[in-house]
């Protein structure tokens, strides 16, 4: 029995150790880039491991104006902002501050100047000087480009893009007229308003789908807005014809915007208006936007494709 218990105390206080011993091994601070640093070219490491430097004037970063964030080439932390750049002519990419605990600043080897190093990985990234006079910080950070990479920074276009939907016949000649007007980032041209899922020209032309051809806009409202794109429509297609457009006959080809805001409708309800007053008997229906299925290929930017010019539309001043 005295022995068995003296085994079972072994046995517990070997346990008690290597449990000890395992979380001795755990870091203090969970590593932020836990996976493997980037694998580094030779020339890489050799400014950022072997602590060299890259001729002035040959870093990509140089002259480098975009927003966003330079971060570590070797771990992907951010680094510097695009806010904290400034042109040195030294040569090499110059900032003025780093992101606050980003960059880590040691005595260089050559005990005179700093070098910077990133905080969370070591890699080498340039030297650091003070009271030079070129900026309000009166500091340099000056950096080798091939020690960073850069993150451009996100811009959210949701408030500045807007799509419309034009339909007014063969939208080949409707996507020509509309796609060369200003402000317009894209035009697609499809199939809008009907019964069935994904149709083909071939369903919509023969089997009464109920789908009109229609081309669907993108445009930047700082440059462009709706009211300016829907004058247009009412002038390069007649919105006085009903399930036709010129020699394109059938329902497929009737008048319709297809709104995509309750503004859009107002918009466009003012503006039939205007060509009622000025004697045309507009057709246009106004209907609220439904899926908009893309039409096949062969079918995009056909004038384009083709180098014609439209059979189909022309534009007709009826504003004036
Ligand atoms: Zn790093």
Known sequence: MKKAALITIMLLAAAVFAMSLVAK????????????????????????????????????????????????????EPLFSSDAKFDSKSGWPSFDDAIPGAV???????????????????????????????????????????SLDFEPKEVDDSATQETAIFAGGCFWGVQYHLDKAKGVLSTTVGYIGGKTKQPSYEDVSHHNTGHVEAVKVVFDNRKTSFEKLAKLFFEIHDPTQVNRQGPDVGEQYKSVIFYTSDKQKEVAEKLIKKLKKKGFSVATELIPASTFWKAESYHQNYYEKKNQEPYCHAKVDRFQ
């Open 25 to 76: 091994e755990k870091p203090a601070k969970e590593m932020k880039y836990p996976q493997k640093y980037s694998e580094l070219t030779e020339e890489e490491a050799r400014v950022i491991v072997h602590k060299g430097t890259e001729a002035p004037f040959s870093g990509r970063f140089v002259s480098h104006k975009q927003d966003g964030t330079y971060t570590c080439k070797q771990c992907g």
């Open 104 to 146: 880590k600043e040691i005595p260089d080897a050559d005990g005179v100047r700093t070098e910077i190093v990133c905080a969370n990985c070591g890699a080498h990234l340039g030297h650091v000087f003070v009271g030079e006079g070129f900026t309000d910080k009166n500091t340099r950070h000056c950096v080798n480009s091939i």
